[in-house]
């Protein structure tokens, strides 16, 4: 049956250019003890997580629109970086209005692990700042990958320079330095993040009635012995499935729940910055 109510346009700049129109995360300043502020309020206290420019971003925002409509149920942990290139010393790919949004996502919310890898290019405005606080020009978004997580390789390259390196599984490589707005907090995120991939997490759901038939790791990976106990269980034929949908309802898997819990942390928080 069609809506009565009309629905809202929006503007294109090509086939897989979206214009956001949503506000965007305010990047808090280095100074030291100054509170993280974020856009969405959480049970009445700032939300830190979106204050940080990891969480409610741009690319969350672009996959979860009408027009892409991608893992609606499921978190984006996502930052904003500079691809930059290997040499004496590392140099900037694009100009300074050029940066690269990098994030991660699950198809299915009930996995423990992320699966998916996004990517989009994003263009700002001659002359715009780089702090993205509430712009008045949406920035160009151009997503240019959604890739499963088990074709990409991910390493901290250099931990000074705050500095990625990720390998897809045709032998791109990009190096990908977090834009100098993100505090140090967020690329000791990644940090994180990187070393639950390699490493893994216990293979269970929040709900212990369902088994997961897969590992979203390497085997080598799944235990320090090489002993993969984890791998390829068949599930029950009496399985309920409406577990399954209660725990998809929660929008949210174990690994950025994890992450995620820090941020919700406003005490822990401020005590970093006071570090």
């Known amino acids: ?33 100054e509170e993280v502020r974020g856009l969405l309020p959480v049970d009445g206290e700032p939300n830190p997580g979106v204050g940080l420019g990891v969480e409610e971003g741009l690319l969350c925002q672009m996959v979860h629109s009408p027009e892409f409509n991608l893992f609606p149920d ?4 996502e930052s904003n970086f500079v691809q930059v290139k ?41 002359g715009q700042s780089q702090t993205w606080n509430r712009p008045s020009k949406a920035p160009n978004i151009i997503l240019k990958r959604i890739l499963p997580l088990k074709f990409v390789e991910l390493q901290v390259c ?19 330095r977090l834009h100098p707005d993100h505090p140090e907090t967020v690329f000791r995120f990644w940090i994180r993040l990187v ?13 212990p009635r369902i088994l997961v038939t897969h590992c ?12 993969s106990n984890l791998v390829q269980k068949k599930p029950q034929a009496s399985q309920p499935s409406e ?3 209660q725990l998809m309802a929660k929008g949210e898997s174990e690994a950025l729940s994890q ?6 942390q406003p005490r822990q928080l401020r005590e970093r910055y006071s570090q």
Request: charged letters at 20%; a positive charge.
């Open 1 to 33: 049956m069609l809506s009565s109510v009309p629905q809202r346009k929006t503007q294109w700049k090509s086939k897989k250019t979206v214009q956001v129109t949503r506000s965007y995360p305010i990047f808090p300043s280095l100074n030291v003890g």
């Open 74 to 77: 499921s978190v984006v942990f």
């Open 86 to 126: 290997k040499g004496r010393n590392w140099i900037d790919i694009y100009k300074a209005s050029n940066t690269m949004a990098v994030g991660v996502t699950s198809s299915v919310p009930c996995l423990p692990l992320p699966n998916i890898l996004l990517m989009a290019s994003v263009k700002w405005h001659q």
């Open 158 to 176: 250099d931990r000074l320079q705050r500095i990625l390196r990720l390998r897809t599984v045709t032998e791109k490589i990009y190096y990908l």
């Open 195 to 207: 070393q639950i991939l390699q490493k893994g997490l216990s293979i269970t759901t929040k709900d």
């Open 216 to 227: 979203l790791v390497p085997k080598n990976s799944c235990s320090p012995s090489g002993d």
């Open 243 to 245: 577990s399954l949908m």
């Open 259 to 264: 992450i995620f819990a820090d941020l919700h």
